[in-house]
DNA sequence: GTATGTGAACTATTTCACAGCT
DNA sequence: AGCTGTGAAATAGTTCACATAC
């Protein structure tokens, strides 16, 4: 992405929202100040790359004295858009979804599940909390009125691309994919993937010694 | 890491267990070659990419024709170390660790779950499947027995750090981490992050126009 | 003195482009 | 003719290092 002329990496977003943690921590012990040394070493970053980060977006600090914690944790709440709450929707309530559905972490992050949905029969109409499970076909309908604008997609393998078409479909702009698939969208979708046993093979293999080094 | 002098991205051992996936289907169904072309296309990944990907471990391609599906698949196995199994241990029986354990993909992948540890005592002696849930302070005498190799952590941001000097202390060398938290671990162990909320929030960004683009 | 902000240098990774093989 | 293998070019991302501000 692009921003006053400059490219910002999209792992300098990523790591906006774990400063931005680190900074909400701060500021409930009453932290005022923290330089980038600091913060960096909090979240395992160099201070340069604190500084580069938080540099594509403005200036924010004070020289000689660092960064005050409660201004820094606005402006990062301003720039990653966390005034707004995103509507989520759920598809695919089996052993993950489930478990997604009942993380009560979302919600303190600007993401409301509003949704779920499941191809199996006997489990639309139950209820999680206080969502209920619909069943595919009402996709089109429900993101449409519930606003959804968010998807998590945590169906086998081989409904994926299928699923993901009717979300398309039905107006959802962004996927966070748990299928081991690639899939094919628009351009103009957001994917992003997330494959579980990906992680571990890659762990596992590093773990088999057949590298050089160890670093992180 | 480094192989025959060259220096081997990260994302390209990433990559390979796609394209190991890809021809593992491919065999299934009986295709006996295939291009770098074709598989890009069915793993949304360039040609190039492919071809720079494979040939880092060696030349296995045939001018003209392509790659031999099924030699391809045995040579990445071999490469990626998937002859063997690893053990490894579930720390955190909450949602996304009992969703974990009852995910049935690792064994396909080489992943077999041996432990699983729990704080809580309510939970402590209950069976998942063929595993039952022991206590944390079981960690160190069990990763031993059960020669545990891997490890997922699955527990509270809170407890993540000290859990996870328990496991290194106990001897496992590799760390999926699902805690939003950076572990402060000797250099030698390996750990990988995975942040579901931070993959959300990271979508919403884009969602939320700030982007300049839209690619993946 | 201490810590920021930022070009410049460096490092990593991807894409290009084409010689060479079948 | 078609497709690989691979240096070279291009692009992306990180770290350095220092002038500048408080």
Redesign the interface.
Known sequence: ???NGKKIP?ST??RL??YL?ELTELDKINIRTISSAELGE???LSDAQVRKDLGYFGQFGVSGSGYAVGELKNALNN????D?I?N?AIVGVG??G???L??S??D????KIVAAFDADEKKVGKKFLDITIQSIEEIKQTVKKKKV??S?LTVPVGKAQEVAEELVNAGV??I?NFA?V?L?VP??????D?D?????????????G???????
């Not at 303190?108 to 993401?111: A, D, E, K, M």
């Not at 351009?187 to 992003?192: D, G, L």
């Not at 579980?196 to 088999?208: D, K, P, Q």
Request: hydrophobic content about 40%; some cysteine; aromatic content about 8%.
């Open positions: 992405m692009v921003m999209q977003i990523s929202f774990v943690r909090r979240t395992n720039i990653l858009g966390k707004k995103w989520v052993h993950l489930s478990a997604l009942a993380y972490g979302f303190t992050h600007g993401l604008e968010l998590i702009e962004c966070l081991p690639s094919n351009e103009n979708i957001k994917v992003k997330v579980l046993s990906r992680e571990l093979e890659t762990l596992s293999y590093f773990l088999a057949k590298n050089g080094n160890n670093k992180k």
